[in-house]
């Protein structure tokens, strides 16, 4: 039995969750309204403020989509209440990050500066100049575009100058030996 998929989700104040014929899954909260299509084989049942997923069957597919389905639900749950973060840091001379108007704008040590517009229900925040805040209620789309942001300038190993995230932990490595 999946130790994941078979933990029932509570389900807050203030949200709402409608199941569609086709397990269209559709959650409302004080933070906006994600949806998402669960595989078809899974029971949703929502008793009261719980929601259970089952499976039908011990088949090899259907141990895989059972956690994979209660956690995307979970996600959602939370990204509706709560929403999600991403912090990066900027580390290098030079390099940094300003915020105009919806877009950010980028100095990363090219020969011109990057600017990259916030996407659809994605917002971003720059405290200082070397950190970026990304934010919104879909834990997928906040995690891609921080991973197209670190892109930009991933961190290389032997200055660690770049893009990371805040606790990421870069390994260094040494450089020619001199003579």
Not at 149 to 174: C, T
Request: hydrophobic fraction near 35%.
């Amino acid at each position: 039995m999946s130790r994941i998929g078979k933990m029932p989700i509570e389900l807050p104040d203030g949200v709402e969750i409608k199941v569609a014929k086709n397990n269209l899954v559709t959650v409302k909260g004080p933070m906006g309204e994600l949806s998402e299509k669960i595989s078809e084989k899974m029971k949703i049942a929502i008793e009261g403020n719980v929601l259970t997923v089952d499976r039908p069957n011990d088949t090899k597919i259907n141990r895989s989509l059972h956690g994979l389905s209660r956690t995307l639900i979970n996600n959602m749950v939370v990204g509706v209440t709560k929403g999600y973060e991403k912090k990066l840091k900027i580390i290098g001379v030079g390099y940094r990050v300003a915020k105009k108007g919806n877009a950010l704008d980028f100095n990363l040590g090219f020969s011109h500066p990057l600017e990259m517009p916030d996407p659809e229900g994605i917002t971003t925040e720059v405290p200082n100049q070397t950190e970026i805040v990304v934010k919104g209620i879909s834990k997928q789309l906040v995690g891609n575009y921080a991973a197209i942001i670190r892109g930009l300038r991933p961190p290389e190993p032997y200055k660690g100058k770049g893009i990371r995230y805040e606790n990421e932990q870069v390994r260094r490595k040494e450089g020619k030996a001199g003579k």
